[in-house]
Nanobody
Framework: QVQLVESGGGLVQAGGSLRLSCAASDRTFSRTFSRYVMGWFRQVPGKEREFVAALSRITGNTYYTNSVKGRFTISRDNAENTVYLQMNSLKPDDTALYYC????????????????????WGQGTQVTVSS
């Protein structure tokens, strides 16, 4: 079974930075990691899980929700089977449980931000930004 393990969350003051990591722990998945679209979502209690960023598997295209553009950067290291989310200039509104997700499909701007487009999910890592 595919497992995605997030790390790097924590408590940070507004304006600070964090880097989240998501590693593929399953051996089979690791061998094909480069074939997956990787995404980050976040969720706060009482709200739906929302799209944050994604990185395509072939073109290297990146996608971001408007609220994080210019502040967050998604990247991947296929050799290490890991995807990262560098978060700068953090705001209290960025406080959420952040989830890593993987999709085996070819996604585009019309569906890269949909939860239903992703096949595998991690357990989440908490990010708390204090004002």
């Amino acid at each position: 079974q595919v497992q995605l393990v997030e790390s790097g969350g924590g408590l940070v003051q507004a304006g600070g930075s964090l880097r989240l990591s998501c590693a593929a722990s399953d051996r089979t998945f690791s061998r094909t990691f480069s074939r997956y679209v990787m995404g980050w979502f976040r969720q706060v209690p009482g709200k739906e899980r929302e799209f944050v960023a994604a990185l395509s598997r072939i073109t290297g295209n990146t996608y971001y929700t408007n609220s994080v553009k210019g502040r967050f950067t998604i990247s991947r290291d296929n050799a290490e089977n890991t995807v990262y989310l560098q978060m700068n200039s953090l705001k209290p509104d960025d406080t959420a449980l952040y989830y890593c997700a993987a999709s085996s499909r070819t996604l585009s701007t019309s569906d890269v931000d949909r939860r239903s487009s992703y096949d595998y999910w991690g357990q989440g890592t908490q990010v708390t930004v204090s004002s």
